[in-house]
């Protein structure tokens, strides 16, 4: 009898395995079946790609994308969108690097206003969907964008600002440059966001309720969740990632400039939608996500390493844009046929 149990079990698995739709294959390993696939091009196609300098290189760069995709996948689980948060991050280094350089002020004071130039914006995003009630996130965020970029021009006379080395705001290069042995401190950052970001979503009541209003938001409602709540502290926890990750790119580049994270909140889009979650809302993981992340940074890494000129580089970027959409697409099909 046991045997048989075992045998209708493992037929069972082979035949959800087996008989799974495009849309289930693609929604459960697209992702990371398509970053093995990469991996496997670039490491022959490049004797550098495997290096463990070219590796530790892959890692700083990513660093952006991986907190601004963190914050977009709150805001994406809650069936919304944050278009703002490039302008956000060149705002937030904007300032870190006016008050640390050329005011002089302490850098972990600098430091902090940084992220709270991050957090304000996300609480604008946030008051303008609960307090004006804007009929959607793509407008208010499309309108902050337009807003902080401004700002960020206006405050640095539109030139960039450097020199944190010689200000002495040395947390600020650590925090972007440093590294432990061969691990950048930047990557340890984005490793614990990401594990702080999966217990919040996963064994908080908050998180819970994230899911809820992306699920059904009328629904979450009459359940007594305050939507206004949740919402307003997905859009500050996603200006806040964009205010850490200005952080670590001011770092990196030993200064803030107004032009930074140009179309940055596009590569953060696509790798969250690569990596599972939906723009339909209710779905999505951080690990996901951070699949996404990486897959995208190994993308333009190796189109830079097989010199694949910038306007090819652009046309290719724009093609992952579509595939994430149509990804989506096919997981809903694969969900609604199941």
Same mark, same amino acid.
């Given at each position: 009898?046991?045997?048989?149990?075992?045998?209708?079990?493992?037929? %069972?698995?082979?035949?959800? #395995?087996?008989?799974?739709?495009?849309?289930?294959?693609? &929604?459960?390993? =697209? !992702?990371?079946? $398509? @970053?093995?696939?990469?991996?496997?091009?670039?490491?022959?196609?490049?004797?550098?790609?495997?290096?463990?300098?070219?590796?530790?290189?892959?890692?700083?760069?990513?660093?952006?994308?991986?907190?601004?995709?963190?914050?977009?996948?709150?805001?994406?689980?809650?069936?919304?969108?944050?278009?703002?948060?490039?302008?956000?991050?060149?705002?937030?280094?904007?300032?870190?690097?006016?008050?640390?350089?050329?005011? %002089?002020?302490?850098?972990? #004071?600098?430091?902090?206003?940084?992220?709270?130039?991050? &957090?304000?914006? =996300? !609480?604008?995003? $946030? @008051?303008?969907?609960?307090?004006?009630?804007?009929?959607?996130?793509?407008?208010?965020?499309?309108?902050?964008?337009?807003?902080?970029?401004?700002?960020?021009?206006?405050?640095?006379?539109?030139?960039?600002?450097?020199?944190?080395?010689?200000?002495?705001?040395?947390?600020?290069?650590?925090?972007?440059?440093?590294?432990?042995?061969?691990?950048?401190?930047?990557?340890?950052?984005?490793?614990?966001?990401?594990?702080?970001?999966?217990?919040? #979503?996963?064994?908080?009541?908050?998180?819970?309720?994230?899911?809820?209003? =992306?699920?059904?938001?009328?629904?979450?409602?009459?359940?007594?969740?305050?939507?206004?709540?949740?919402?307003?502290?997905?859009?500050?926890?996603?200006?806040?990632?964009?205010?850490?990750?200005?952080?670590?790119?001011?770092?990196?580049?030993?200064?803030?400039?107004?032009?930074?994270?140009?179309?940055?909140?596009?590569?953060?889009?696509?790798?969250?939608?690569?990596?599972?979650?939906?723009?339909?809302?209710?779905?999505?993981?951080?690990?996901?996500?951070?699949?996404?992340?990486?897959?995208?940074?190994?993308?333009?890494?190796?189109?830079?390493?097989?010199?694949?000129?910038?306007?090819?580089?652009?046309?290719?970027?724009?093609?992952?844009?579509?595939?994430?959409?149509?990804?989506?697409?096919?997981?809903?099909?694969?969900?609604?046929?199941?």
């Amino acid at each position: 009898m046991a045997r048989t149990d075992v045998a209708e079990g493992t037929a %069972g698995n082979a035949r959800r #395995l087996f008989g799974m739709t495009l849309g289930d294959f693609v &929604a459960r390993f =697209g !992702a990371l079946f $398509g @970053l093995t696939i990469l991996v496997i091009f670039l490491s022959s196609a490049s004797d550098v790609f495997l290096t463990p300098s070219n590796l530790s290189n892959i890692a700083r760069q990513a660093t952006v994308n991986a907190l601004l995709a963190i914050g977009l996948l709150l805001a994406i689980i809650t069936s919304g969108i944050d278009l703002s948060v490039g302008a956000v991050l060149a705002l937030s280094m904007s300032t870190l690097a006016l008050l640390a350089i050329e005011w %002089g002020v302490n850098p972990y #004071l600098a430091m902090l206003a940084c992220l709270l130039v991050g &957090a304000g914006m =996300g !609480a604008v995003n $946030g @008051l303008l969907l609960t307090r004006l009630h804007l009929p959607h996130p793509f407008i208010a965020t499309l309108g902050t964008l337009n807003v902080a970029r401004g700002m960020a021009l206006m405050i640095t006379g539109a030139s960039p600002i450097s020199g944190f080395d010689k200000a002495g705001a040395d947390p600020v290069l650590w925090l972007g440059a440093g590294s432990f042995g061969p691990i950048p401190v930047a990557l340890l950052v984005v490793l614990l966001v990401y594990v702080v970001t999966h217990i919040f #979503l996963t064994r908080t009541t908050i998180g819970r309720h994230i899911f809820a209003v =992306g699920g059904n938001i009328t629904a979450a409602r009459l359940s007594g969740i305050d939507v206004d709540r949740t919402l307003l502290t997905v859009y500050t926890l996603s200006g806040l990632m964009a205010g850490l990750a200005g952080l670590m790119l001011a770092g990196r580049t030993n200064s803030g400039y107004p032009t930074a994270a140009l179309g940055a909140e596009l590569d953060a889009i696509s790798a969250v939608i690569i990596g599972g979650a939906s723009f339909f809302g209710g779905v999505g993981t951080v690990w996901g996500t951070a699949i996404g992340v990486v897959l995208i940074a190994v993308l333009r890494n190796g189109l830079v390493l097989l010199k694949v000129p910038i306007e090819w580089q652009t046309v290719a970027i724009g093609a992952v844009i579509i595939l994430a959409v149509w990804v989506d697409v096919l997981r809903q099909r694969g969900g609604q046929q199941s």
